[in-house]
């Protein structure tokens, strides 16, 4: 593989993808216990753990990948109960279940379709299909939950973690016609997201006492 920047280069976005989007999650988490509701869309949820789940036990193809990738395959784990469980309320059981079940399949088997059809043993096409489809489904979320879940917090290390990501993937593939499309509408959706929940969080400071300030 021809090397467009300095190997140390590669390992810093390698480095920086890994950690970033492993604070988005925990982020996540987090702030989905202290507003008790979950601050991933459900079809974001799904698509992440069924890729995860593929490229950490099915089709892993680097150690180190395998970890970090096992790593938040364990915590989609997490962010999925938590959907479960603060949406218990709102969903009869049955349908809640089924929702879900019907959904994960569906995802598994286009990351597994993508990755043969792409010849993707990296994974790559279907990791910047679901990012753009969060970064849509963030800023839907936003608009219709406000900042229940959010904070600017998750939404600059989705930015700097996706950066990261979209950098290293083009030195990969330098050729692709596709990808380079997926990073920029990615990086402007994610901007645009940044941006609308640093307006909404400036707003939330402005009406709240200090003690209910977004993180």
């Not at 300095?6 to 970033?20: D, Q, S």
């Not at 969080?201 to 003690?211: A, E, F, L, Q, Y």
Request: charged content about 10%; proline content about 5%; glycine content about 4%.
């Amino acid at each position: 593989m021809e090397h467009l920047l300095p190997l140390k280069v590669e390992y810093l976005l390698m480095f920086g993808t890994a950690l970033f989007w492993t604070i988005v999650y925990i982020l996540v988490i987090y702030k989905g216990l202290k507003d008790q509701t979950c601050g991933m869309p459900l079809p974001s949820i799904c698509a992440n753990i069924t890729w995860e789940f593929l490229f950490t036990f099915l089709l892993p193809f680097h150690p180190l990948q395998q970890v970090v990738t096992l790593v938040w395959f364990l915590l989609d784990c997490i962010i999925l109960l938590q959907y479960f469980f603060y949406s218990k309320k709102l969903y009869p059981q049955p349908v809640l279940i089924a929702s879900v079940f019907s959904l994960l399949v569906i995802a598994l088997l286009l990351h597994i379709g993508i990755a043969v059809e792409f010849q993707d043993k990296w994974g790559i096409y279907s990791a910047f299909g679901i990012n753009l489809l969060m970064s849509i489904l963030f800023i839907q979320m936003l608009l219709k939950k406000g900042m229940q879940g959010q904070s600017r917090s998750i939404a600059f290390f989705k930015l700097a973690g996706t950066l990261c990501a979209s950098l290293f993937s083009y030195l990969l593939f330098p050729h692709s016609f596709l990808l380079p499309i997926l990073y920029v509408l990615i990086f402007i959706l994610d901007a645009a997201y940044l941006l609308m929940i640093s307006q909404q969080s400036i707003r939330t400071v402005h009406k709240s006492p200090p003690s209910m300030k977004a993180i």
